[in-house]
């Protein structure tokens, strides 16, 4: 069965620390991982990896993606209490109709 | 920036009752998507929807479910018959059939 696994469920953590969210993945027909946000309503997309060892980045946000090891972390440097959210991690697989996988997610809490 | 709409946000219905929430995706995507997420859970793929027929379903996505588009911009889905384990934040979702896809905000159901 395919599942995505996200770590730690959740965390808690002073504005400028710097977090590290585990995304680890077991998906037969791999076609992409993605990061999304979500805070009170629609997940936003924050990255797509596709190809192993490229980090994507975006501001203090960035992201790598293992397709050997079967995973993906997403850092968030310098933490900002606008970063408190629930972080998910989608794999999409593309044995029909590219679907996505959700892990649980890591609700992140940024105190001031 | 385009986004996924979704009506009503918060809709409350009694067991046994027919709900239909309603979508509009992103105008020039061809791929819809319903997924649901259980207060507390991970976000379950339910349903998607290209060229006007369904996809592909999870097993979650049994008779008591339908999808339509009835007209160029809506994309709905109705529940027969709702029960209270029914109660969830449905999302919607668009693409043009590769990653990310986009999200509405989600309409929140209460069965009681």
């Known amino acids: 069965e395919d599942k995505v696994v996200q770590s730690p469920l959740s965390l808690v953590v002073h504005e400028g620390d710097t977090v590290t969210l585990n995304c680890s993945y077991e998906?037969?027909?791999?076609?992409?991982l993605l990061w999304y946000k979500q805070e009170k309503k629609a997940p936003t997309f924050l990255f797509m990896l596709?190809?192993?060892?490229i980090e994507k980045k975006s501001g203090r946000l960035s992201s790598i993606l293992d397709k050997k090891e079967l995973f993906s972390i997403l850092n968030i440097t310098a933490t900002q209490t606008g970063d408190s959210a629930v972080y998910l991690c989608?794999?999409?697989?593309?044995?029909?109709?590219?679907?996505?996988?959700f892990g649980t997610g890591t609700r992140l809490k940024v105190l001031a | 920036e385009p986004e996924v709409t979704q009506t009503p946000s918060h809709q409350v219905t009694q067991m046994g009752q027919e709900v239909i929430l309603r979508c509009v995706p992103i105008?020039?995507?061809?791929?819809f998507y319903w997924y649901r997420q259980i207060l507390g859970q991970k976000v379950e793929f339910l349903v998607s929807?290209?060229?006007?027929?369904?996809?592909?379903k999870s097993e979650i996505f049994d008779d008591q479910f339908s999808v339509e588009r009835p007209d160029g911009s809506n994309f709905t889905l109705k529940i027969r018959s709702t029960k209270l384990e029914d109660s969830a934040m449905y999302f919607c979702?668009?693409?043009?059939?590769?990653?990310?896809?986009?999200f509405g905000n989600g309409t929140r159901l209460t069965v009681t």
């Open positions: 596709t190809s192993s060892g």
């Open positions: 979702a668009s693409g043009q059939g590769i990653s990310p896809l986009h």
């Open positions: 998906v037969t027909n791999f076609r992409s």
């Open positions: 989608a794999v999409e697989e593309s044995s029909g109709t590219y679907k996505y996988i």
């Open positions: 105008s020039n995507h061809l791929y």
């Open positions: 929807f290209y060229n006007n027929e369904i996809s592909e």
